[in-house]
C-alpha cells in the first residue's frame, strides 16, 4: 500500500515554461486536492476533486488548472510557469468530505520556477 | 479569513507541556489537526467534531469549543518526536489550514 506518491519530486522550470504534477492514490478515495506551501503561509488550497471527472477551485487556483480522468490519479498542471509559483506542492486525499475525514498528504514537489 | 493559530514558535524541554490555539472568524464544523516535520509531508493527529466527537491516531488530546469558534492542542509530557510544525485546519465544509506553530522539543 503506497498510500499518496507525486511525481516528479523535484523540478526546476524557467519562466514561461509548463509542466504537470502527477499524483496518485492507492487507498481507493474520492476526493483529492492539490496544495501549495510557502514559507509561513501555511497549506493553501489550489483546486480539490469530489470524484472522478470532477474538480472545483480552492484558495488559490490562479495560474494552475486540474484533471481527474481516474479515480486515483489527480493531475496539476502549470500552463506558463512564473516565479511566484515556486513552492513546495502537496497532494492529498480523503475517503469523503473534508469536514470529518482526515487527508493523507504525499510527499510533496518542491518546484522552483527561475 | 485565515484560521490564527498561536503562539507563532514554542521550544520546550522533554516532559514538558504546552498548548497550541487555533481561532477562526467562521462558525466550524470541525477542526483537523495535522504535524509536519522538516522535509517531510503533513501527517494526521486528530480530528474534533461538533458535538463533542473526536477521531485520532496518538495520544494528543484536544479540545473544540464551537461557540467560541476555537480549538486547543495540548502537548503534554512532551518527547523529541513531538517537535515539527503543528496545523490546525477548521472547516466549514472544506479544509483550511493555519499558518503552523513550530515545536522545538529539547533533550
Known amino acids: 500500500n503506497a498510500g499518496v506518491t507525486q511525481t516528479p519530486k523535484f523540478r526546476v522550470l524557467k519562466t514561461g515554461q509548463s509542466m504537470t504534477l502527477l499524483c496518485a492514490q492507492d487507498m481507493n478515495h474520492e476526493y483529492m486536492y492539490w496544495y501549495r506551501q510557502d514559507p509561513g503561509m501555511g497549506l493553501r488550497l489550489i483546486h480539490y476533486s469530489v470524484g472522478e471527472g470532477t474538480t472545483a477551485k480552492g484558495e488559490v487556483p490562479d495560474g494552475y488548472n486540474v484533471s481527474r480522468l481516474k479515480k486515483q490519479n489527480f493531475l496539476l498542471g502549470l500552463e506558463s510557469a512564473a516565479p511566484s509559483q515556486t513552492s513546495v506542492y502537496f497532494c492529498?486525499?480523503?475517503?469523503?468530505?473534508?469536514?470529518?475525514?482526515?487527508?493523507?498528504f504525499g510527499p510533496g514537489t518542491r518546484l522552483t520556477v527561475t | 479569513q485565515q484560521p490564527v493559530q498561536s503562539p507563532q514558535a514554542v521550544i520546550l524541554r522533554e516532559g514538558e507541556d504546552a498548548v497550541i490555539n487555533c481561532s477562526s472568524s467562521?462558525?466550524?464544523?470541525?477542526v483537523h489537526w495535522y504535524r509536519q516535520k522538516h522535509g517531510e509531508a503533513p501527517v494526521f493527529l486528530m480530528i474534533?467534531?461538533?458535538?463533542?466527537e473526536q477521531k485520532g491516531h496518538e495520544k494528543i488530546s484536544a479540545s473544540f469549543n464551537e461557540k467560541k469558534q476555537q480549538s486547543s492542542l495540548y502537548l503534554t509530557a512532551s518527547q523529541l518526536s513531538y517537535s515539527g510544525t503543528y496545523f490546525c485546519?477548521?472547516?466549514?465544509?472544506?479544509?483550511?489550514f493555519g499558518a503552523g506553530t513550530q515545536v522545538v522539543v529539547t533533550p
Open positions: 474534533l467534531l461538533k458535538g463533542g
Open positions: 485546519g477548521p472547516s466549514w465544509g472544506k479544509l483550511q
Open positions: 492529498a486525499s480523503s475517503y469523503s468530505g473534508g469536514v470529518s475525514y482526515e487527508q493523507y
Open positions: 467562521k462558525a466550524l464544523y470541525s
